[in-house]
């Protein structure tokens, strides 16, 4: 069975960056799409930031687009969202995401920001933003 493990969440003031970790284990890491969401309180989970198996395509949601940046270590099991330029709107829990055998290329365009082609989920990093 994989697990998924984030870390890196806290608290940040406007403008402030941090750095989201997520390990895996338990499964062929390098062969998972990795993909972030996230959940605000009263809100649905919405996508964030998603990344090929091989790291040659990255996805980000519009409203993150130029602050946000994911990669993948496949050495370390490990993907990271790097966030820049926090907005008190950012604040939410950050949940990573496994999808298996995600080669196509037509998935990339057009499926890769749907919660259900997951198969795999963390418990969440709590992100807070406020001055």
């Known amino acids: 069975q994989v697990q998924l493990v984030e870390s890196g969440g806290g608290l940040v003031q406007p403008g402030g960056s941090l750095r989201l970790s997520c390990v895996a284990s338990g499964g062929t890491f390098s062969t998972y799409a990795m993909a972030w969401f996230r959940q605000a309180p009263g809100k649905e989970r919405e996508f964030v930031s998603c990344?090929?198996?091989?790291?040659?395509?990255?996805l980000y949601a519009d409203f993150v687009k130029n602050r946000f940046t994911t990669s993948r270590d496949d050495a370390q099991n490990t993907v990271f969202l790097r966030m820049n330029s926090l907005k008190p709107e950012d604040t939410a829990v950050y949940y990573c995401a496994a999808a298996r055998n995600k080669y196509s290329s037509t998935w990339y365009r057009g499926k890769y920001d749907q919660e259900d082609e997951y198969d795999y989920w963390g418990q969440g990093t709590q992100v807070t933003v406020s001055s």
């Open positions: 990344i090929s198996y091989s790291g040659g395509t990255k």
